[in-house]
């Protein structure tokens, strides 16, 4: 896929970086998303990309703001409701989006394969990249399946923090899929024979 | 000479080594205040530290609490600005950390200071605060505000004038004065804010009417009539609120002159009284000049200065006007020459971005009510460079930290 032989090394983000033992290691270019800032994140520049409508990338970034000042409202409310457990509420929206990403992770996957003239839904394991692709996907669609008077960044918000805490319809679609990859175990096999 | 030279060199260097050491401890503090503060900031209100003062009255602030933040009491709050008086978003932000907090700032101080020395037996003097867009023109009027209805100003405050001239609720020809409009609802709202921000005072002053009002055949309000009636007649019957907003200003302006109350005037987006563009119409569809607007008469008349004992704080502003008029937050760019004739001779106040010292109070205080965080080392660089210590701008960046 790349534009770049193997041996290139990925671009560092860090400001002063000591490349004097590798420096006959050739380093790809870097993107034009990528910066050192305080607004950068690696996932939060992957969740803006699914968001991105029609090349809108500003308006995408904007939604994202908006849903992490969303979470941080909710979240500073709690805090100052909760009283004694304090330790246990998160403010950084970020975190929270790490959260509730890693909770939505599928392990397992369904695929159908032909065996013998009949399909069969067989149980495939998923790769580490498509299980974060499929959370970030669920976060999303569950996001926009809406009321028309409800603004995206909103009920994101709220996808966010249900999954961070392990609750929530992603969480349950998660649950559910693996339910049924439980149950078709019996067709594992099919997957090398 | 050469050691002269030397001398020099070494003052140098123990200089040097004194900054670095003072902004080592700065960071430090920084560190320990961020990781400490939160726990007892949110139990006690009354917290006095490097970023807050414990002075809750503006009219004692100084040249000292520059840069820190006061709280204003709830209650004090929702009497001046529950008709609007803050930003939407600030409104929010005061939500979130359940405190109403504002800075003290030179211009207010600046502001302060002028009123405090003027002397109200001379014609009003007329404050425009000016400045570029997000720069805290409206709270430092709501800072002067709070001071006014602590020393027993009656305010005569609108919020946010063009919202009359951009997005009236109604229009409708009015009934006394030939070829003009009405605004109905909008001055019914504007009374409202009137009575709920001095109604106290009111009580206290027991203010009259000098004459009979008429308003219709079988309405009229009698001479000696307290003012709370004539507010409450125009609130009651939507149809005069016009008329009655301007007898009230005409009254207001007399009594003040007479010496029996002071009256603090505070119109923010003032500009907008002068400038040609709104978007009502007539009933043939031609665009109506504020001039032309009942409403606009009584404060441009309130804004003169043939009264005395009163102030008057205006601000101009850019976003007053309509596209294409945008070019400069100067007043006499803004106002325009009728405007600017209008007022003259006024003191023009002027509200600048953060200083540093008030930036990094700011930085403090969202670190304090847990708004930013990611702290990594120098964000407050970065976020210094981004927002060029723009107010609006700096909380727009931290919005999504």
New interface residues.
Partial sequence: MSMYPSHFAEPSLKKETNRSSASHIPVKAATNDLSD???YGELKNKLIKYITKKGNKSLAREL???T??TI??TQ??R??LAGTE?ENII?????LLKNAIENARPLLQLSAIKRGGVKYQVPVPVTEKKSYFLAMKWLLDAAREKDRKVHLPEKLAWEILDAACGQGRVIKKKNDLHRQCESNRAYAHYRWS | MFRKQFGNLSRVSTHLSRNVLAARVASREAEMSTNAAP?EA?TAPPVVNEFRTGVGNPGEHSEVQIGKFYTIPMQEKKQIFSGGGLPKQYE?QIK???EACLMVRSPALELLNYIKRADLSKPVVRYVLYGDNGVGKTLSMAHVLHYGMLNDFLLVHVPWAPNWMKRPKESANSASQEGFIDLPFDAAAWLVHFKTQNSKLLERLQLKTSKEYVWSKRESTPAGSSLIELVEHGIARIKYASETTAALISELKQLATAGQCKIMVAIDGYNAFFHPITRIFSDNKQRVSPDRITLTQPFLDITNYDWTNGVCILSVDKIAMTEGYMESYLPRYLLGKEGFEHLDPFVPVHVGNYTEKEFTSYIKYYLD???I??T?PG?EE??KF?SNMNPYTLMQ?V???
């Fill in positions: 800032s305080i607004f994202l703001t908006e992490f000042e941080k409202r500073i409310e805090l100052i304090k403010i950084d929206s970020e975190q | 726990a949110a929010q979130t950390f359940t009510r847990h708004w965080s990611k990594q964000f970065q976020l981004m960046l919005r999504g930290l």
